[in-house]
């Protein structure tokens, strides 16, 4: 079947580094997207990956193992406005599934 | 920045009434999908559209209605809106690729009376 797990929340300090896990199991997969949601707000894109590997942007950066079903997303020198919900969606064939985001806390 | 726009933003509203969601991209975009959010869970699919007089109904049961007769626009209708109708409802639009994102309106926050 398809399933997307994603830790609930995380807390980290102001300035430190946070990686935000997100395992998968899909028949056809086609791509892994990591999406930033504020509350109340709609989700913006962040990351793609669809290879082996780590993609940098800046101070995030997103690392993909297929043959584990495994993905993160690196945030580096956190600051307050990255206090949000961090969405997985993998593509599945040509449907995209989503998890149920991780509620990060940025603390000062 | 994406430019896809919904209306309205919040509405409350009595049971029974019919409501229709609007949803309208500017760039092109063939592809445009219906979501539901509830408070800390998964976006669920609802409806989806390949093109012009394409609709799909996505995994989660839903009664509601869309139409796709203009590009650039995908409104979804409730017929007899009921309170567990209430939710967050999100407009997505892409272009076709696997790697291509999905971009989201600001979403309509429903509450039924």
């Known amino acids: 079947g398809q399933n997307i797990d994603q830790p609930t929340e995380m807390t980290a300090t102001e300035g430190a580094i946070v990686q935000i896990n997100c395992t998968y199991q899909?028949?056809?997969?086609?791509?892994l997207f990591w999406y930033q949601q504020h509350a109340g707000e709609a989700p913006t894109f962040l990351s793609y990956?669809?290879l082996d590997g780590l993609e940098e942007k800046g101070r995030f950066s997103s690392f993909l193992s297929r043959s584990k079903g495994y993905s993160y997303l690196l945030l580096k020198e956190l600051q307050m406005k990255d206090s949000a919900s961090y969405l997985c969606?993998?593509?599945?064939?040509?449907?995209?599934?989503w998890g149920a985001g991780t509620k990060l806390i940025i603390k000062p | 920045e994406a430019d896809i726009y919904q209306t309205p933003r919040y509405l409350v509203i009595g049971t029974g009434k019919k409501i229709t969601l609007e949803c309208s991209q500017t760039m092109g975009h063939d592809k445009m999908y219906w979501y539901q959010q509830d408070p800390g869970m998964e976006l669920h699919l609802i409806h989806y559209?390949?093109?012009?007089?394409?609709?799909e109904k996505g995994d989660l049961s839903s009664e509601s209605t869309v139409s796709r007769i203009r590009t650039e626009h995908f409104p979804l209708t409730l017929e007899s809106a009921r309170p567990s109708h209430t939710s967050q409802y999100l407009c997505?639009?892409?272009?076709?690729?696997?790697?291509?994102?999905?971009?989201f309106g600001d979403g309509t926050r429903l509450s039924i009376l």
């Open positions: 559209s390949y093109g012009v007089n394409s609709t």
């Open positions: 990956n669809v």
């Open positions: 899909t028949s056809g997969f086609n791509g």
């Open positions: 997505a639009s892409g272009l076709t690729g696997s790697n291509q994102p999905q971009h």
């Open positions: 969606a993998v593509r599945d064939y040509w449907k995209l599934i």
